[in-house]
Every structure is written in C-alpha cells, then in structure tokens.
C-alpha cells in the first residue's frame, strides 16, 4: 500500500516554470515506479513522464526538453519539474504508483487526488 499527495500547482504565465511534487506515505514507496499524468476535461489521462525504482526514466515525446521527472527515496518524494509552460499545459496533474519495464509504464490503482496547474497566455 502507498498513499501519494501531489502538491506545487498554482498559476503561472506562459514560458514560466513550477515544480510538483508527489509525496508518498508507507513502507514500500522505494520498490515502486512513479509516473506522472495529467488530465484536461472531456479527455483521457495522459502519462508524462515515469521513473523507475531505481531512477530510470522515460518521457512522453511531447515532453521531452521540457519536463524533468527526478525522485529522492530517502524523503519519499518524487518531482516533476516543469520549464516553458504553455497555456495548453493546463490541467490537473496527478502522480501514480506503478511499475516500468525499459519505456513502459504500468500504473496501478495508487493515485493522488490531483494539483490544478493553471497557465495563463
């Protein structure tokens, strides 16, 4: 069992940056991938970035260059980094605890409850 709380969302002005952050609860964080997604009304969720156990990382193409994923195990935390945001980045961001194999991200049924990301043009 993991519980996952995100915070850092807020509203920021095109080309700016914020940092989210996905904090974990329980024994077993470390053993544990994390993806990031995010999600806009009317559409599905969709993965930005993941990292592994073990700190390997995969990236959606649309996001490379411009979203960092990057975890500290030690304080059960997992970042995403987000530079040059557009309006378009807006929506709920959540984090999820799954499992990766190479680029492939599993999720399981472990979510946060969601930090609003808000880009102003």
């Known amino acids: 069992q993991v519980q996952l709380v995100e915070s850092g969302g807020g509203l920021v002005q095109a080309g700016g940056s914020l940092r989210l952050s996905c904090a974990a609860s329980?024994?077993?964080?470390?053993?544990?991938?994390i993806g990031w997604y995010r999600q806009v009304p009317g559409k599905q969720r969709e993965l930005l970035a993941a990292?592994?156990?073990?700190?390997?990382?995969t990236y959606a193409d649309s996001m490379k260059g411009r979203f960092t994923i990057s975890r500290d195990n030690a304080k059960n935390t997992v970042y995403l980094q987000m530079n040059s945001l557009k309006p378009e980045d807006t929506a709920i961001y959540y984090c999820?605890?799954?499992?990766?194999?190479?680029?492939?991200?599993?999720?399981?049924?472990?979510w946060g409850q969601g930090t609003q990301v808000t880009v102003s043009s």
């Open positions: 999820n605890a799954g499992f990766s194999r190479g680029n492939y991200y599993s999720p399981r049924d472990y």
């Open positions: 329980g024994s077993t964080f470390s053993f544990y991938a």
């Open positions: 990292i592994s156990h073990s700190g390997t990382t």
